[in-house]
Structure formats: structure tokens, C-alpha cells
């Protein structure tokens, strides 16, 4: 889905963060036209890139 592509396919998610998070909506649009998704899909798809992204630049909250 739209993660492959942003992460693995260009590797922006890496080198240019919000390049990729600028390019998740476009990228669900038309990988969702290609592959006939649903709207509901699409906005799956964007939000699921996004969450990745959010957290693999995050660090997880210190539990003692």
C-alpha cells in the first residue's frame, strides 16, 4: 500500500520525511484509482503511511 511505497519502493519515509508525509494523500489517490480502492481505502491507506511515519521517528514512552 501507500507504507510500501513511501518506506520501501522511495525510501522518503528515510531521507526526506515530510516530503513523504506531504505525498501520502496524493499517493493514495492514485495508487486507489490503479487499484480501485474505495474512499474509505484511500483514507485507510493514508492514515495507516502516516501513523507509520509518526512512529518510527518517535521514541516509545519510558516505562519504569
Known sequence: ???DFLIRR???VY?????AE???APVA?????LLGWT???KQ?????ALD????????PDEKE
Open 1 to 3: 500500500g501507500v507504507s
Open 29 to 33: 489517490e492514485t495508487m486507489g484509482r
Open 52 to 59: 507509520y511515519i509518526r512512529d518510527i521517528v518517535s521514541f
Open 44 to 48: 485507510r491507506q493514508r492514515q495507516d
Open 10 to 12: 522511495t525510501g522518503l
Open 39 to 41: 474512499a474509505e481505502e
Open 15 to 19: 531521507f526526506d520525511r515530510p516530503r
Open 22 to 24: 506531504a505525498l501520502a
